[in-house]
Nanobody
Framework: QVHLVESGGGLVQAGGSLRLSCAASGRTSTSLTVGWFRQAPGKEREFVGGISRSGSNTYYADSVKGRFTISRDNTKNTVYLQMRSLKPEDTAVYFC?????????????????WGQGTQVTVSS
């Protein structure tokens, strides 16, 4: 079985930066397509961005484009979400999700694996 574990969340002031990690453990002989999602209090979970298996293609929601960067190190089975110029509205629990198929999708139900989430709080 493959498990995903997020880390790197915390409290940061507006304008600051954080880097989240999503580490895959278990039988990961095949790289996974990974998406990042977030859920703010009282809101629906939303797509933040995603990265292809090779890392050559990345996709971002309009709300984070230009501020967030997704990358991966397949030698470490880890995907990163670098967040810059953070805003209070970025406050949420951030989840990474993975799927065996190749295409990045914004649809939550298309992902096979989910991490437990990590809290990001941006103070004004």
């Amino acid at each position: 079985q493959v498990h995903l574990v997020e880390s790197g969340g915390g409290l940061v002031q507006a304008g600051g930066s954080l880097r989240l990690s999503c580490a895959a453990s278990g039988r990961t002989s095949t790289s996974l397509t990974v998406g990042w999602f977030r859920q703010a209090p009282g809101k629906e979970r939303e797509f933040v961005g995603g990265i292809s298996r090779s890392g050559s293609n990345t996709y971002y929601a309009d709300s984070v484009k230009g501020r967030f960067t997704i990358s991966r190190d397949n030698t470490k089975n880890t995907v990163y979400l670098q967040m810059r110029s953070l805003k209070p509205e970025d406050t949420a629990v951030y989840f990474c999700a993975a799927r065996w198929l190749t295409a990045v999708t914004t649809t939550q139900g298309s992902y096979d694996l989910w991490g437990q989430g990590t809290q990001v709080t941006v103070s004004s």
